[in-house]
């Protein structure tokens, strides 16, 4: 079974603060990348893609290392609505290179506070 | 409004008694998925459908059934359920599979067996 590791956290840091993300997956084959925001009792979201040369939208980058299978998050200036658990989730490559199911990671949760 | 619908959103059952807990998309999405999520654990694929009449087990199928008839619907059936089924359920879909990332989940589906 493929998986998808994260630091469960919980992060606490303060508004302002700058906190970075991390995940590793074990399928070398997979081709495509997301985190996703999961706020509490709610459903995940699509926060952003992660493309291979990096990607940036507004206070969040997004990191993609193949050759160590790392994925990262970075958000600045965290602001208190930051609040919520980050999943990383990575697209399951079938054997003979079919696209298959994307893989969530367990989540790493983020508490911003005052 | 473009969106993912669960029904029913709360239920407490007895282990044994039969339930359906529906799904509905409105966006013509090709691919449907269920996902169970419980502390510790993440989120986990139940059953996934690429298409209609197309339905496959993800990570943990026991004790549940699926059917696809028609596009837009994709019903979770627990047969006999037991306490170990107590969780949060989430319906998803996409337009074509895990490769296009952005899953579109519903508000999910808080199941409690007794």
């Known amino acids: 079974r493929k998986e998808v590791e994260q630091d469960p956290g919980p992060f606490n840091v303060p508004e302002g603060a700058t906190v970075a993300f991390n995940c590793t997956y074990s399928n070398s084959a997979s081709q495509s990348f997301f985190w996703y925001r999961q706020d509490c009792r709610k459903e995940p979201k699509l926060l952003m893609s992660v493309y291979s040369s990096g990607n940036e939208d507004g206070r969040f980058t997004a990191q993609l290392n193949r050759a160590s299978q790392y994925i990262s998050l970075l958000i600045r200036d965290s602001k208190l609505s930051d609040s919520a658990t980050y999943l990383c989730v990575v697209n399951e490559m079938n054997y003979g290179g079919s696209q298959g199911n994307l893989i969530f990671g367990k989540g790493t949760k983020l508490s911003v506070k005052p | 409004e473009a969106q993912v619908t669960q029904n029913p959103r709360y239920l407490i059952t007895v282990t044994g008694k039969k339930l359906t807990v529906t799904c509905s998309q409105n966006?013509?999405?090709?691919?449907m998925s269920w996902y169970r999520q419980d502390p510790g654990l993440g989120l986990r694929q139940i059953y996934y459908s690429m298409n209609v009449e197309v339905t496959d087990k993800g990570d943990v199928p026991e004790g549940y059934k699926v059917s696809r008839k028609e596009k837009r619907n994709f019903p979770l059936i627990l047969e006999s359920p037991s306490p170990n089924q107590t969780s949060l359920y989430f319906c998803a879909s996409s337009v074509y599979g895990g490769n296009t990332g952005e899953l579109f989940f519903g508000e999910g589906s808080r199941l409690t067996v007794l």
């Open positions: 966006m013509n999405h090709e691919y």
